[in-house]
């Protein structure tokens, strides 16, 4: 992974040669914590170890119960199906790959009715085994399954950790189960048995994506100028700190658009506390050149964006034309226009003093795909150890989920009442 920072300098008042120079040394400090909580195992820090504790042959040894499925379901929410999704969407595989990871009951339904359910392995991952909408929605595929003569017990997978509902339901039903390591929360599993069971059912090199993410952990080091992970994650703490509160990511790749998806849980769930952090926006080049581009560039000045691209792609030819003015484009390559397009975007931002940051993997490949994601987690721990944020936390997700819970008279929510009456007032007034 490289990270050019030349349009952030150049473009933002204040953000020169000598200030990054002197965040560099609190990026020194930074990196020294991280490495120690690295070491010590500490809960969240733990996650940027995953390269090497996570071990594939008890991912293969699971998946070696099942033939190659025609599909593979994955019952989960936020960081449990987003890695997966980011690794799986990027990659092409005949084993086609579905997330429920909403309870829409059209979404489901209409999902439910095309599925070969007696060729499809149920993945079903939940950190803390209680979540409302991935254990609802098992439950309906469940009765699918049933309904469709299918033994759900001989083609499900659980994903969970010591304990909760899903923990109890695999030991009593015997279900093939996989562990979510100790001191990694959701957002930060996309390289362990939470990320890595979907791409591995489709046939995908999951120690190759393992290889990619011990990559980005051998190219930490003390210092933004010789990591890349850390230049993105000082830059966008940097510019954040100059006004910079919207992060628009902007792949250009269609198949890293679920990965704009995975980042922005990253960023949002991890940054956003106490008044801090960055929202993360998702965009995708080329497309977004033709909508959201024009407020990027001319809407207020609060706004970075991250142009993600492989320097390498598929080699497709625009045919020649005798078209009046299209001679231009015959004989050059689809990925020629891409990423000229790639470079007048950078061109207009920087035009109109829009910092942008170009990220560049060498190819949508498991290995590229292993460094990005790391690279990625590891910036935005950086980030939240400048900022002084608990990156690890996510007090205001889980009071949602607990009011969701207490709203439905499933657990102990003592602001219930106060949540039932705002519903009330809200009713009445429309
Ligand atoms: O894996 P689970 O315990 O089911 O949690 C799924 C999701 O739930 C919450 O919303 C958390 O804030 C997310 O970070 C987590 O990824």
Not at 59 to 65: F, H, K, L, P, S
Not at 217 to 241: I, K, N, R
Not at 279 to 305: E, F, M, N, W
Request: charged letters at 25%.
């Amino acid at each position: 992974m490289n990270v050019d920072l030349g349009n952030t300098i150049e473009t933002t008042p204040g953000l020169t040669d000598e200030t990054l120079d002197r965040l560099d040394d609190r990026v020194a400090a930074a990196h020294d914590r991280i490495v120690a909580g690295m070491e010590a195992d500490e809960f969240g820090y733990a996650a940027l170890t995953l390269p090497e504790t996570t071990d594939p042959e008890a991912i293969r040894a699971v998946m070696d119960q099942f033939d190659r499925p025609a599909a593979v379901l994955t019952v989960g929410i936020g960081g449990s199906a987003l890695g997966a999704a980011a690794i799986s969407n990027a990659l092409e595989s005949d084993v086609d790959a579905h997330f429920l990871d909403n309870v829409d009951p059209d979404a489901v339904d209409a999902l439910l009715a095309d599925l070969p359910l007696a060729e499809t392995v149920v993945n079903v991952v939940s950190k803390s085994g209680t979540t409302a909408e991935t254990l609802a929605n098992f439950l309906v595929v469940r009765e699918a399954m049933a309904e469709a003569g299918v033994d759900w017990t001989e083609r499900t997978i659980v994903t969970t950790g010591e304990e909760g509902n899903l923990r109890s339901l695999a030991d009593e039903h015997g279900l093939p189960a996989l562990d979510v390591p100790d001191g990694v929360p959701g957002r930060f599993s996309a390289l362990s048995t939470v990320g890595l069971v979907v791409p591995a059912l489709q046939g995908h090199d999951i120690e190759a994506v393992l290889a990619g993410g011990r990559d980005g952990m051998d190219a930490l080091a003390g210092s933004l100028y010789e990591s890349p992970a850390y230049a993105y994650g000082a830059a966008t703490y940097a510019l954040a700190e100059r006004g910079a509160l919207t992060n628009a990511v902007m792949p250009y790749a269609e198949s890293l658009e679920t990965f704009a998806e995975w980042f922005a849980q990253l960023w949002a769930e991890s940054l956003g506390k106490d008044g801090l952090g960055q929202t993360p926006a998702r965009a995708l080049g080329a497309t977004d050149q033709h909508s959201q581009l024009q407020l990027y560039r001319a809407g207020p000045p609060d706004k970075i964006v991250s142009l993600i691209r492989p320097t390498e792609r598929a080699d497709t030819t625009i045919p020649e034309t005798d078209l009046d003015g299209l001679a231009y484009l015959g004989g050059s390559s689809l990925a020629d226009l891409l990423d000229a397009e790639f470079a007048a975007t950078e061109a207009s931002l920087a035009a109109a003093d829009v910092p942008n940051i170009r990220v560049e993997i060498e190819r949508v490949d498991e290995r590229s795909l292993g460094e990005l994601l790391y690279g990625m987690e590891a910036a935005c721990v950086l980030y939240g150890e400048l900022a002084s944020i608990s990156t690890f936390t996510q007090p205001a997700v889980e009071w949602g989920k607990k009011a969701a819970r207490g709203l439905l008279g499933g657990g102990d929510f003592p602001e219930a009442d106060a949540v039932a009456d705002k519903r009330e007032l809200r009713i009445e007034q429309s």
